[in-house]
């Protein structure tokens, strides 16, 4: 077996092609042909819906009910974009959903989460850690546990018909970025609290001053993670939000499908749904272009700790 | 008088007012920090649980004050003929089929990737994206896909020669064809298991190696019994993710067809907000939180025998 193995070492080859496959650790050529074919296989896969969305955008209704259907449409209508933006009052949704939502929630997961974390990571006091193994038992409950009785709340508080419902209660922290964000603290070190005691700071200082600098990349994460998710909501809004002058995005992506899949003839459905679609998601195409790595990071760091 | 004796010097060492030990002082300084997260908790959280499960013994529709029926709508969940069979059998069916799938294929994803791979970043980003897709874009974007005339998926399959497949309006391949999305979007998952691919220490493999191992041989008894920690982790989440599976049977089939993904989910979401029956939502809701804890318990009861924690302790 030995034997075997020895022989089986990387020789050095003539050939530049053979070498080259040596160098990238290849066992054989079959092996990486068939690794390569499955990989652009899925990779296809994955991809066919954004290019049916993208190229579907871009079609009129003689080009969308085609048997076969058009992969390339040929005149491409590039107006569809604008068109599909104005048949529904796209901009005041996404206004409302930058500056009512994703805006207002983001800042306060960060902050409330940056502070309540601190508390149960740089400081020892009795009974911490259980009440943290609590605050991580309330991710386990189901949202659909909570949604009849804070819809109820706050139909008694008159704040149906705003975003005070899906804003407020963030405010007061998130468990799962307070969670994260402790991990995160824990792994920086006692001493530069320390001696930051010594010196007369009070741990609000601390925080301030030396905490959160340190954690700038896990905060990022945290807005970055929070804006998303509150661009992508749709069961929130759905349950909350009424009025359609209010409705952010995600609602409003249903309205125009609602507004447009209605009996009778309705011309440019899918185009202009599919249209809209590409420009929901573009946003989130940019952050995540530019925030890869935060991205990436940021998941690897919850999954682990879990 | 010759001698002055020095009187102690009046604050030279100022009193305390309080005399607060290292002890007491942590302590309301975390609960100072904590406190908007213990609010929150009692407000947000621990209020409405209770308030719930007080609703579940309710008959309320928000217009009129509630009434106490007891267990009348647990009852009433457990002998309804017409719904509670599908709704049951279609949420579990879902749960079974696309949590194991799902956490298969990230792991076969991210193993995929982990191995040589020019351009892996490219490939990552792609397979991670659909994840943070907006969930109603995906459904309108897949409705379309697997639309029967019109859609690609079956556009290809003429081209091929074979038959169309009505992935959305056939009600056996309805939920199917939700699996198949949600194998899609398994980007965070992939991502979990990918870090973890990385952590697994080389020179276990390069032993394996010596000792005459092959491809196969060093990833199911290597890669995987490293990665079950994960594993785990990820079927859990599965499990939980899939029992409250909603936006995508809400708005890609609406229930159907003939009620074929009218999952728990849904059929509370309905109760709750369109008949106005908050009592018996609020019941359905709480058997619903029953019964992922059961799982989840079950789950984690059940690791001890399959799942490794090795020295590199997570």
Known sequence: MQAQAISRAPVAQRSGFRRTLRKLGVKGVTAEIVKYVILLTLAASFALPFFWMVTSALKDDSQVYTVPPIWFPSPAHWNNFWNAWHVRPFTAFSINTVFQYAIPVTLATVFSSAFVAYGFSRIKWPGRDVLFLICIMTMMVPFFVLMVPRFIIFKNLGWINSYRPLVVPEMFGNAFFIFMLRQFYMTIPEELSDAARIDGCSEFGILARIILPLAKSALTVVALFTFINSWNDYLGPLIYINKVSLFPISLGLQELQRSVMQSGWNPMVYPHLMAASTIITLPIVIFFFFAQRTFIEGIALTGLKA | MSIAIPKAIPNAIPKRRFKLSTRTRNLVLGLTFVSPWIIGFLAWTIYPLFSSLYYSFQNYDLLRP????????????????????????????????????????????????????????????????????????????????????????????????????????????AKPSLVLIHMWAQGNAMLIFLATLQDVPRSLYEAAIVDGANTWHKFWYITIPMCTPVILFNMIMAFIGGFQNFILPWLLTGGGPNQATEFFTVYLYRNAFVYLRMGFASAMAWLLFITIVFFTVIMLKTSARWVYYGSEAY
Do not use: C, E
């Open chain 2, 66 to 173: 509630p009434v106490f029926i007891g267990l009348g709508n647990y009852v009433q969940f457990f002998t309804d003929k017409s719904h509670t069979p599908t709704v049951v059998y279609n949420t579990f069916y879902y749960v079974l089929l696309s949590a194991p799938l799902g956490v298969v294929s990230a792991f076969l994803l991210a193993n995929l990737l982990n191995a040589n791979i020019k351009g892996r970043s490219f490939f990552r980003a792609l397979f991670f994206f659909p994840a943070i897709v907006p969930a109603m874009v995906t459904a309108y974007v897949w409705n379309f896909l697997l639309n029967v005339q019109y859609g690609a998926v079956n556009g290809a399959l003429r081209g091929v020669g074979l038959s169309t497949i009505p992935f959305l309006t056939n009600p056996q391949l």
